[in-house]
């Protein structure tokens, strides 16, 4: 199983960036997906996930109405959509996948796959 994420980049505040994910080697459409980041000195949290259909979403507080998740089950791809960027967005973000047929985990311990991650930097 491979995760592979894309996208990162600098951009300047009030910016957008797009990062998506692609996933080999799992039924991807069996899978719960998410995004976490970590940035610098701070641990790994959750940011957005949908469920295996897309049909349910679920943001944490300091993104809502800026950050958008999607995925794509026919070209196994799940990506975040990042607007109005600010500089405390600062991370690495990690795409993940969890075998869960009903709910969106919040807890990096029921993922079962993570992507390598990519770097997001937003300056001021």
């Known amino acids: 199983v491979q995760l592979q994420a894309s996208g990162g980049g600098s951009v300047q505040a009030g910016d957008s960036l797009r990062v998506s994910c692609v996933a080999s080697?799992?039924?991807?459409?069996?899978?719960?997906l998410a995004w976490f980041r970590q940035a610098p000195g701070k641990e790994r949290e959750f940011v957005a996930g949908?469920?295996?259909?897309?049909?349910?979403?679920s943001y944490t507080d300091f993104v809502k109405g800026r950050f958008t998740i999607s995925r794509d089950n026919a070209k196994n791809t799940v990506a975040l959509q990042m607007n109005s960027l600010k500089p405390e967005d600062t991370a690495v973000y990690y795409c993940?996948?969890?075998?869960?047929?009903?709910?969106?985990?919040?807890?990096?311990?029921?993922?079962?796959?993570w992507g390598q991650g990519t770097l997001v930097t937003v300056s001021s």
């Open positions: 993940a996948a969890d075998l869960n047929l009903f709910t969106i985990a919040q807890d990096m311990a029921e993922y079962d796959y």
């Open positions: 949908i469920s295996r259909k897309g049909g349910m979403t």
């Open positions: 080697g799992l039924t991807f459409s069996n899978y719960a």
